[in-house]
Protein backbone atom coordinates (compact mmCIF):
# COMPACT_ATOMS: atom_id res chain seq x y z
CA UNK A 1 0.00 0.00 0.00
CA UNK A 2 1.11 3.71 -0.67
CA UNK A 3 -0.36 7.18 -0.63
CA UNK A 4 -1.04 9.11 -3.34
CA UNK A 5 -1.17 12.89 -4.66
CA UNK A 6 -4.34 13.84 -6.51
CA UNK A 7 -5.10 16.68 -8.82
CA UNK A 8 -5.55 18.88 -6.15
CA UNK A 9 -1.91 19.82 -6.24
CA UNK A 10 -1.80 21.07 -9.50
CA UNK A 11 -1.60 24.72 -9.01
CA UNK A 12 -0.58 24.51 -5.49
CA UNK A 13 2.71 22.44 -5.16
CA UNK A 14 3.72 24.13 -1.69
CA UNK A 15 5.88 21.26 -0.39
CA UNK A 16 3.84 21.22 2.98
CA UNK A 17 3.50 17.58 3.02
CA UNK A 18 7.73 17.10 2.16
CA UNK A 19 8.45 18.70 5.52
CA UNK A 20 6.86 16.10 7.60
CA UNK A 21 7.76 12.66 5.57
CA UNK A 22 10.25 10.41 7.64
CA UNK A 23 11.26 8.86 5.06
CA UNK A 24 11.33 11.52 2.27
CA UNK A 25 9.61 9.71 -0.22
CA UNK A 26 8.28 12.91 -2.23
CA UNK A 27 9.73 13.30 -5.04
CA UNK A 28 9.04 16.13 -8.32
CA UNK A 29 6.69 16.08 -11.06
CA UNK A 30 5.92 17.78 -13.90
CA UNK A 31 2.76 18.97 -12.26
CA UNK A 32 2.60 17.27 -8.76
CA UNK A 33 4.27 16.30 -6.21
CA UNK A 34 4.67 11.78 -6.58
CA UNK A 35 5.07 9.34 -3.65
CA UNK A 36 7.40 6.69 -4.67
CA UNK A 37 5.34 3.76 -3.81
CA UNK A 38 7.93 1.47 -2.42
CA UNK A 39 9.72 3.99 0.03
CA UNK A 40 6.00 5.53 2.06
CA UNK A 41 5.52 3.71 4.59
CA UNK A 42 1.72 4.04 5.08
CA UNK A 43 2.11 6.60 8.18
CA UNK A 44 -0.31 9.25 6.43
CA UNK A 45 1.62 12.27 8.29
CA UNK A 46 1.28 13.79 4.79
CA UNK A 47 -2.12 13.99 4.64
CA UNK A 48 -3.60 16.67 7.18
CA UNK A 49 -0.62 18.98 6.04
CA UNK A 50 -1.88 19.35 2.95
CA UNK A 51 -3.97 22.41 2.13
CA UNK A 52 -6.19 21.25 -0.50
CA UNK A 53 -6.29 17.55 0.65
CA UNK A 54 -4.73 16.09 -2.19
CA UNK A 55 -3.11 12.99 -0.82
CA UNK A 56 -5.13 9.70 -0.02
CA UNK A 57 -4.13 6.36 0.72
CA UNK A 58 -4.12 3.87 -2.43
CA UNK A 59 -7.38 2.23 -1.19
CA UNK A 60 -9.24 5.76 -0.90
CA UNK A 61 -8.46 8.06 -3.83
CA UNK A 62 -11.60 9.37 -4.86
CA UNK A 63 -13.17 7.72 -8.20
CA UNK A 64 -12.35 10.53 -10.64
CA UNK A 65 -8.61 10.56 -9.61
CA UNK A 66 -8.31 7.00 -9.58
CA UNK A 67 -5.85 7.34 -12.69
CA UNK A 68 -3.60 9.22 -10.01
CA UNK A 69 -2.35 6.00 -8.14
CA UNK A 70 -0.54 5.12 -11.74
CA UNK A 71 0.66 8.48 -12.16
CA UNK A 72 2.49 7.96 -8.63
CA UNK A 73 4.02 5.00 -9.29
CA UNK A 74 5.04 4.99 -12.96
CA UNK A 75 7.78 7.36 -13.13
CA UNK A 76 9.87 5.02 -10.88
CA UNK A 77 9.44 1.99 -12.78
CA UNK A 78 13.06 1.54 -14.44
CA UNK A 79 15.72 3.87 -13.90
CA UNK A 80 13.85 6.50 -12.45
CA UNK A 81 15.95 9.62 -11.96
CA UNK A 82 13.13 12.08 -10.42
CA UNK A 83 14.84 14.59 -8.14
CA UNK A 84 13.60 14.44 -4.78
CA UNK A 85 11.18 17.71 -3.63
CA UNK A 86 12.79 20.26 -1.79
CA UNK A 87 11.79 21.46 1.89
CA UNK A 88 8.54 23.71 1.90
CA UNK A 89 11.51 26.52 2.72
CA UNK A 90 13.92 26.07 -0.01
CA UNK A 91 10.86 25.44 -2.83
CA UNK A 92 9.44 29.01 -1.62
CA UNK A 93 12.76 30.50 -1.79
CA UNK A 94 13.27 29.14 -5.64
CA UNK A 95 10.03 30.44 -6.41
CA UNK A 96 11.05 33.40 -6.11
CA UNK A 97 13.69 33.44 -8.47
CA UNK A 98 13.27 34.62 -11.84
CA UNK A 99 13.33 31.50 -14.11
CA UNK A 100 14.26 28.66 -11.79
CA UNK A 101 12.32 25.34 -12.00
CA UNK A 102 10.23 26.74 -9.06
CA UNK A 103 9.60 30.55 -10.85
CA UNK A 104 8.46 28.42 -13.63
CA UNK A 105 5.92 26.28 -12.29
CA UNK A 106 3.90 28.88 -11.38
CA UNK A 107 4.04 30.79 -14.77
CA UNK A 108 2.50 27.08 -16.38
CA UNK A 109 0.09 26.00 -13.68
CA UNK A 110 -1.85 29.14 -12.61
CA UNK A 111 -1.47 29.35 -8.84
CA UNK A 112 -4.41 28.30 -6.85
CA UNK A 113 -3.54 29.79 -3.55
S1 LIG B 1 2.19 8.57 4.23
FE1 LIG B 1 4.05 9.03 5.48
S2 LIG B 1 5.70 8.02 4.40
FE2 LIG B 1 3.99 8.13 2.95
S3 LIG B 1 4.33 10.02 1.80
FE3 LIG B 1 3.00 10.55 3.55
S4 LIG B 1 4.41 11.22 5.17
FE4 LIG B 1 5.65 10.10 3.63
S1 LIG C 1 0.86 19.55 0.58
FE1 LIG C 1 -0.67 18.94 -0.98
S2 LIG C 1 -0.70 20.63 -2.44
FE2 LIG C 1 1.13 20.87 -1.19
S3 LIG C 1 2.71 19.85 -2.43
FE3 LIG C 1 1.94 18.34 -0.98
S4 LIG C 1 0.31 17.25 -2.10
FE4 LIG C 1 0.74 19.14 -3.23
Redesign the pocket.
Known amino acids: MTYV?AE??IG???????DVCPVECFYEGED??LIHPEECIDCGA?VP????N??FEESDVPEQWKDYTAKNADPFKGDSNLPKSPTREKWEAERAQEGSAANLYYQKYTPKT
Open positions: VPCVKDHACVILCECPVAI
